[in-house]
């Protein structure tokens, strides 16, 4: 039995380098990682972590998502998002499980997620000053990938998995001048690498819990102020020395946006999400309750396109409709895809879970501006931003059912779950 922990340990573990490589490994840990974890626990006879309100719920919605799968016009690719979905939850435990069970679970996984950001870092500039990184694959001078290569998610990989960092640095409490300086250098290498990337979306995510973390942190607050100032600076510097980066993230955004003349007919983000925006809606306000079933707008979408809406949407825009298109795997919005696949009734419960991270926040707020009382941990707050850039609403999001997205997505709900016992 302790040579199995130890693999299970090893798993969870190499889940930041798994990551790197796209979606197969980290989805394998999960799954061998899930087995174990349940393997234990009934030996053990540890039946707490199942009985808890967060798996119990999560379970509940699964059993949903499979019966609207089977209710489907094409049950087999639905069934590839919902089947086994509940696999992530049970992740989540099994990180839960590591946690009480194995020691220094909490400073292997943050040397672990240092070190596999050191090496993306150092790829991905070594990618932009000389135009090819490692393995060979070619900068385009628009988008840095780094070791994602066609994938472009470097920027979501890091801005995604850096509160995760911040988190388990504010709970390791490392003190020594080398920690603090390899703490400036990775927090400041991040912010200027996922603006690089161009990955719009990801900056945002690097921005917003950025934010979060001067605003309600304790300790660390000042360390994150530093480290964010000298990467704007290097930023800007960068926008006005580069013409390629300033056009991805500055004129591109600008133009798709439709904010350069102060047009009264401004974008959501840019025609072509506004345009998948557009037939979700459609799909959506012909079936509200149950949707349409998971996975299913990719087939379904070509039904709703509605050329006349688009043309009066675009009026006066300088948009070429013939080079727009509606369809797409996905809705390009966590909230969207719900609606449209789940109905209100599968969107319900994300949608509760996003409202009570949006009020446990704020009671941290409020409790620091009135009454000088920090009410959660700098830990537990970095833990709550992570969860929270993952359902942000006002944003274009990847396929909320993705598998790679999914490990990040329940990645923090294992450690919350673990420092509310």
């Known amino acids: 039995m302790d040579y199995i922990k130890k693999i299970h340990l090893t ?21 061998l990682s899930s087995i174990f974890f349940l393997i234990f626990i009934f030996i053990e006879k540890n039946f707490f972590y199942l009985k808890n309100k967060f798996f119990l ?18 049950i087999f690719l639905s069934l590839e998002s919902s089947l086994f979905h509940f696999r992530f939850g049970i992740f989540a ?10 020691n220094n679970f ?9 070190i596999a950001f050191f090496i993306v870092i150092l790829d991905g500039y070594l990618q932009y000053f000389t135009n090819y990184n490692i393995l060979g694959l070619k900068y385009d001078g628009l988008r840095l990938s780094g070791l994602f290569g066609s994938e472009q998610i470097m920027g979501s990989y890091l801005s995604r998995l850096t509160p995760i ?41 690097v921005l917003m819990s950025t934010l979060i973390i001067i605003i309600l942190v304790r300790n660390w607050k000042f360390v994150r ?37 102060k047009s009264d007919n401004i974008n959501t983000f840019s025609p072509q999400h506004e345009a998948i925006y557009i037939t979700s809606w459609i799909l959506f ?29 675009y009026k006066n825009q300088d948009v070429n409709l013939d080079t727009i298109n509606s369809c797409s795997t996905h809705s390009h919005n966590t909230y969207l895809q719900l609606l449209v696949e789940t109905g209100i009734i599968g969107a319900i419960p994300v949608i509760a879970i996003s409202i009570f991270l949006f009020y446990l926040l704020a009671k941290h707020f409020i409790g620091i501006i009135f009454r ?25 999001t990847g396929n909320f059912f993705n598998n790679w997205l999914n490990v990040i997505y329940f990645l923090p709900v294992g450690f919350l779950l673990h420092s509310r016992t």
Do not use: H
């Not at 435990?93 to 069970?101: D, F, R, T, V």
């Not at 909490?106 to 240092?114: E, P, Y």
């Open 93 to 102: 435990l099994s990180i839960w499980y590591a946690l009480n069970n194995y």
């Open 11 to 31: 798993l969870i573990i190499l889940i930041p380098f798994a990551l790197i490589t796209g979606p197969f490994l980290p989805d394998l840990i999960v799954v």
């Open 57 to 74: 719920l999560f379970i509940l919605w699964c059993f949903y998502l499979i019966i609207r799968s089977l209710l489907s016009d094409n």
């Open 225 to 261: 102020m530093f480290t964010f100032g000298l990467s704007l600076i290097a930023i800007t510097l960068i926008t006005y020395s580069s013409e390629s980066v300033k056009s991805r993230m500055i004129d591109q955004t600008v133009k798709q946006l439709n904010i350069q003349d």
């Open 165 to 205: 960092l911040f988190a388990l640095l504010a709970l390791l409490k490392f003190n020594n001048k080398i920690s603090f300086l390899v703490i400036i250098f990775i927090l400041t290498s991040v912010d200027i690498l996922v603006f690089l990337s161009g990955e719009r979306s990801a900056f945002f995510y």
């Open 372 to 396: 000088r009382k920090y009410i959660f941990s700098d830990y537990n707050i970095c833990m709550l931003a992570a969860l929270l850039i993952t359902l942000w609403p006002f944003i274009p």
């Open 106 to 114: 909490s400073k292997l996984f943050f040397f672990s997620l240092l």
């Open 285 to 313: 306000e012909d079936n509200v309750f149950f949707g349409i079933g998971p996975k299913m707008f990719r087939e379904k979408c070509s039904s709703a396109i509605n050329i006349e809406t688009l043309r009066t949407n």
